[in-house]
């Protein structure tokens, strides 16, 4: 399987922003989301399973929602209330008989 990541941009502080994640085959696992700011690690920001369970890292829950579409092999991320803290690359992550990663797309939360 293949990812692609796309929705990216530059958003003001209290701004959203909606990311999409593709795949070119069918994801039965979990679809997550990662984010690399300058700097810093690789962190999981959230995760959803096939049946729709979806799980937060503390400081975006209640700001930031995952959805996928099984049908549509593709994977969502809205992000409400963004914060300066957020600015980072983000990729979209399946586990397919080993690590899949897309090639990420930056996210820039500037005033």
């Known amino acids: 399987v293949q990812l692609v990541e796309s929705g990216g941009g530059l958003a003001h502080p209290g701004g959203s922003l909606r990311l999409s994640c593709a795949a070119s085959?069918?994801?039965?696992?979990?679809f997550r989301w990662y984010r690399q700011a300058p700097g810093k690690q690789r962190e999981m920001v959230a995760g959803?399973?096939?049946?729709?369970?979806?799980f937060y890292v503390d400081s975006v829950r209640g700001r930031f929602r995952i959805s996928r579409n099984n049908r549509m092999h593709m994977a969502f991320l809205q992000m409400n209330s963004l914060k300066l803290e957020d600015t980072a690359v983000y990729y979209c992550?399946?586990?397919?008989?080993?690590?899949?990663w897309g090639r990420g797309t930056q996210v820039t939360v500037s005033s």
């Open positions: 959803i399973g096939w049946d729709g369970d979806t």
């Open positions: 085959s069918v994801v039965s696992g979990i």
């Open positions: 992550y399946v586990y397919d008989n080993g690590d899949v």
